[in-house]
């Protein structure tokens, strides 16, 4: 059972444009959501994360929005850049100290310059 | 740049051999994780560790991994016998506080079993 879906599977858009990356998730349990970028053959890094106490988290040109009561986030990327290609993990952690990340399927993004 | 360190980068192993893997997670990090990888960039959480003790495993990792993190050593992560399944890239990351909230990664070992 997949308890983090993540949409589309891959997204191109042009420099310049808005992309927007979808994520929903099952357990409502889960309450911090980090978002990790991963390059070719290198390993994931966090990008930025919100907690469900926020609706919106901004970070430059990337900003979270969060709908608790759907149990959906998307990430936005404004203003794309080619360097944001990448692939884009959504992820979801009921914290405590067992705690652990459960992650998405990823969103594959390329920008076309 | 990633502090986690894993070698080896690469590793190939045929089927039925032992593959083992080792992570020196970032100086001060109590906790360490280890998650697979594979080729559809799905991750498997596979088992963490705070300080010496194993706070979560998967049943696949009891039976056919295994795993320490003894103090003053790099940690590791040892498949018993390979099976060509287990090609992926197996991360170890580390983390500040035991809820997880944010993983450093390490740069992996990519394991090919032929």
């Known amino acids: 059972q997949q308890q983090v879906r993540q949409s589309p599977q891959s997204l191109t858009v042009w420099e310049g444009e808005t992309a927007i990356l979808n994520c929903s998730y099952e357990d409502s349990t889960f309450d911090y959501f980090p978002w990790y970028w991963q390059f070719p053959r290198e390993s994931p890094a966090l990008l930025i994360a919100?907690?469900?106490?926020?609706n919106k988290k901004e970070d430059g040109r990337f900003t979270i929005f969060f709908n608790k009561r759907e149990k959906k986030l998307s990430l936005h990327i404004t203003d794309s850049q080619p360097g944001d290609s990448a692939t884009y993990f959504c992820a979801a952690n009921t914290g405590g100290l067992s705690g652990k990340l459960t992650f998405g399927e990823g969103t594959q993004v390329t920008v076309i310059s | 740049n990633s502090k986690v360190i894993q070698t080896p980068r690469y590793l190939v192993k045929g089927q039925g051999q032992k593959a083992k893997m080792r992570c020196i997670p970032e100086k001060g990090h109590p906790v360490v994780f280890w998650y697979q990888q594979n080729k559809n960039n799905e991750f498997k959480f596979l088992i963490n560790f705070q300080n010496q003790e194993v706070l979560q495993q998967i049943d696949m990792t009891e039976k056919r991994f295994s795993a320490e993190c003894p103090s003053n050593s790099p940690c590791s992560l040892e498949i018993q016998s390979s099976e060509a399944g287990d090609s992926a890239l197996y991360l170890c990351?580390?983390?500040?506080?035991?809820?997880?909230?944010?993983?450093?990664f390490g740069s992996g070992t990519r394991l090919t079993v032929l």
């Open positions: 990351a580390s983390s500040l506080e035991g809820s997880a909230e944010t993983l450093y």
């Open positions: 919100i907690r469900p106490v926020s």
